[in-house]
């Protein structure tokens, strides 16, 4: 391992455990709070820090695994408010889906990411646009906009973890089914870009086979149909929060409309042909 490659993880490491502590100083300062208004203002505290080590390390990837670890403590707070009875293991199913998607996701981020001189190149694209003010840009557009994206994808899984539902039926079935395949598909994505990546000798080449000759984009296929999956959990626990379609909706969008585009255009100005 590099010196650059420990400072790298270093800065993350203590960047990520000073967001955990300002959320839970944050949910302790609000006792008897409603469980969603404390898990987001939590959310919120973590990501201003997180904010705070980018601008400090002039770095707005410092963000990136955020998506995948904000997660994991939230989903444990709320499995840890759910009361037992015959729907406790829907909550525990639903929470070791998660763990398993946002500790491999956090782990290829990290995997691919060497130095904290190297920013995503949509970051660099927005700070060549908004100029002085990039800060306040990535605050929202790169920071708080994302937090709240995952918050809203992560609302379906409230009454599946922390109150009391229905019985485990077959729409727990259909839900664990489309969360695991999304988790495979997702993982097998990338772990096949990865090889490619690793051994192409042609930086022209396109990666054409395995999942990436079905699909364009299948490792953000998986990474869609996951927050499907949680609404899906959601649903079966109780018909009535039916509304928290709104995030998996919100997720999709974003993918659709902005991270795909994006992503292609970036392919196409590199390899016109």
Known sequence: MTPERRRLLLVVGLAYLAALAAALATALALPGRNPLLVAAAADVAATLVVFAFSVG???????????????????AWWLALGPPGPSAGRGALAATLVFAWGLRLTWNCMARWRSLAAEDFRYLEIRGRTGRWYWPASLFSIHLFPTGWVFLGLLPLFPALARPGA????????????TGAAILVEGLADLQLRSFLATRTDPALRLQRGLWAWSRHPNYLGEVLFWWGLWLFGLAADRGWWWTVIGPLSITALFTFVSVPWMDRRLAARRPT
């Open 57 to 75: 390390f002039d770095n707005s990837s410092l963000y990136d695994p955020y998506w995948s670890v904000a997660p994991l403590p939230i989903v």
């Open 167 to 178: 019985p485990l039926g077959w729409l727990d079935a259909a839900a664990a089914l489309v």
